[in-house]
């Protein structure tokens, strides 16, 4: 068990202590079920303890008031999680070849790094420095991997795609597949469309579960740094996604669109193919984005449009029966009146 004393804690996270500098912490825990030896945080508003909740410590807010031991912190969730990497470290496996692991003679493998059971690394294939490559992970031909990866058990990574470093891909994931391209041969068959391009990954980017990275056509598709995948999103061929962009969960981004930097989607929206979204845009949940949006902006429903203009209309649309029945009264009256 890892254990930290709150002042060490508080110096980690760049916090106030208030209380006992010396209260020995041992793990972190929610608010409403914390108990001896843990730290809860409260993200905003008063501290509401219930029977079950007996924190040792508290990160909560500036101001905030309670008897508990705290450290009072700008941001309590980044604290919060500040705390989860220190008092919950990753245990990593020793570094070096399982030996049922399959890597080609010509593959280089960094030092510190570590191949899990049952993994293949393809020739020509480079992994850097601290890397951790989880069993029956599938890495190509030619695939250049950074310093200090994460590469999930199941993950596939297809030959020459580039991660940069600090890349964390979780199980399922395919980075590099064939996009879905084809055309019709003069017997109306589709043919199939070679794609000969590949997938370029930036430093810092993390892609969920069973995700597929669609390699480009001729060229490249892009994640730029810091950009974040939830779990179920399909990235198509030559899209290039802004650096610090973010995507919930069962997105869907067609062929040639380019995302701006510090773009937010929520879950479930589908973007058509060669759009242009800007930079610092918001997307709602399962909007449907068919056309380049022209200005920063939030936006909601298909086809998106800015989010005062949808909720105008959705508003009316709630009242359509009404509408429907006020306007068939008046049509009868008018009826009436025109054979009276």
């Not at 030896?37 to 993200?43: H, L, R, S, T």
């Not at 909740?53 to 008897?67: C, D, F, N, Q, Y």
């Not at 203009?309 to 009868?332: G, S």
């Amino acid at each position: 068990m890892f254990r930290m004393i709150l002042s060490e804690i508080a110096g980690a996270v760049g916090g106030e202590l208030c209380g006992d500098a010396d209260v020995e912490i041992t793990g972190c825990a929610p608010l409403e079920s914390a108990g001896p030896g843990q730290i809860a945080y409260v993200e905003k508003g008063g501290v509401k303890l219930n029977a079950d909740s007996r924190p040792s410590a508290l990160i909560v807010g500036k101001g905030v008031e309670t008897s508990i031991d705290r450290i009072e912190v700008e941001n309590p969730l980044l604290a919060f999680a500040q705390a989860i990497e220190l008092l919950h470290p990753e245990t990593n496996p020793e570094p070096g070849i399982h030996p049922t692991a399959v890597v080609d003679d010509s593959a280089r493998i960094g030092e510190g790094t570590s191949i899990g059971c049952l993994s293949s690394v393809g020739a020509g294939s480079e992994i850097g420095r601290n890397c951790v490559i989880h069993p029956s992970v599938t890495i190509g031909r030619n695939c250049r991997i950074g310093d200090d990866c994460v590469i999930h058990p199941r993950a596939v990574i297809i030959n020459g795609s580039v991660l940069g470093n600090k890349v964390i891909i979780h199980s399922g994931t395919v980075i590099g597949s064939d996009g879905f391209k084809y055309v019709r041969d003069g017997g109306g068959q589709n043919l199939k469309v070679k794609h000969i391009g590949i997938v370029r990954i930036g430093d810092d980017v993390e892609i969920g579960v069973n995700c597929a990275v669609d390699r480009g056509f001729l060229e490249e598709t892009v994640l730029e740094d810091g950009v974040k995948l939830d779990n179920l999103i399909q990235i198509g061929h030559n899209v290039r996604v802004g650096a610090g962009s973010v995507i919930a969960a069962q997105a869907g981004i067609s062929g040639s669109t380019i995302i701006g930097e510090n773009v937010m989607f929520g879950g479930q929206v589908g973007v058509a193919d060669h759009v242009k979204i800007p930079d610092n845009t918001v997307v709602a949940a399962q909007s449907g984005v068919i056309a380049s949006l022209k200005s920063s902006a939030v936006y909601a429903g298909t086809p998106a449009i800015e989010i005062p203009r949808w909720r105008r209309m959705h508003a009316a649309l709630i009242r359509l029966p009404e509408l429907v029945k006020k306007v068939r009264r008046l049509e009868k009256k008018e009826r009436t009146v025109k054979w009276t």
